[in-house]
């Protein structure tokens, strides 16, 4: 069984800076991708950023030249790096991973950390 544990979240003010982190329970050798997810009250999830195995990434554009991920095969960790805060990244950060095995997709998530950016 798959487990992700998120942890780093927290309040700061605008303009600060936080690092999630994502620990996986197994090797994040076997996952075809890794990435953060985030959800405001009221509003949709939304993908804020992915790595795949091979170490591409992918930000939205709400978050590209602030945030960065970046993984750590050695500690099976995942790592978001938020850097320029704004009130609106107010949410809770899910971690993300998938694979396929036997030709099915399967996906995992953590429980969430919620993340305050306080004006």
């Known amino acids: 069984q798959v487990q992700l544990v998120e942890s780093g979240g927290g309040l700061v003010q605008a303009g600060g800076s936080l690092r999630l982190s994502c620990a996986a329970s197994?090797?994040?050798?076997?996952?075809?991708?890794m990435g953060w997810y985030r959800q405001a009250p009221g509003k949709q999830r939304e993908l804020v950023a992915t790595?795949?195995?091979?170490?591409?990434?992918d930000y939205a554009d709400s978050v590209k030249g602030r945030f960065a991920i970046s993984r750590d095969n050695a500690k099976n960790t995942v790592y978001l790096q938020m850097n320029s805060l704004k009130p609106e990244d107010t949410a809770v950060y899910y971690c993300?991973?998938?694979?396929?095995?036997?030709?099915?997709?399967?996906?995992?998530w953590g429980q969430g950390t919620q993340v305050t950016v306080s004006s």
């Open positions: 993300y991973a998938d694979d396929v095995k036997w030709g099915a997709l399967n996906d995992y």
């Open positions: 197994g090797s994040i050798f076997s996952f075809t991708r």
């Open positions: 790595i795949t195995s091979g170490g591409s990434t």
